[in-house]
């Protein structure tokens, strides 16, 4: 009966491992796809703010870019956001960082969102970069 009971709860053991591992990686993967539409939308803000000649885009300082094309500092309230790309106001994770860097000598931006990893290993971030030049 002792054998039994060792083998079973050796067994639930390693099913709640398995389950667990299993949750994180399912929660690590949709939560590195809400970001990637994140970026995504930081960059269709920049070619529309592009296309109406706002030469802001081209700082050489972080920013983000809100739902109404208005800019901001990337350090800011403005640019912690939850999936929907609204200001993150009730500190529910995870909330994404995001910035948009422009390096003048390549003419290439990149957006950028980071996160705290579901993993407890740090920082967890999706970049996409996008060539545009000031001509255009």
Known sequence: VLIAIAVLSLILVGAF????????TTQDSQEHGEALA????????????VSS??????SGRPYCIDNSLAIFNSTTANCLVNSDSTPDTSGKQPAYRLSI???SVTNIFIAKATWASVNGNGQANVSLSYRLYQGT
Do not use: A, M, P
């Open 17 to 24: 491992i398995t389950s667990s591992h299993s949750l994180k």
């Open 38 to 49: 994140l970026v995504s939308g930081q960059l269709e803000k920049l070619k529309q703010l």
């Open 53 to 58: 000649n706002d030469r802001r885009v081209f």
């Open 101 to 103: 860097t422009w390096n």
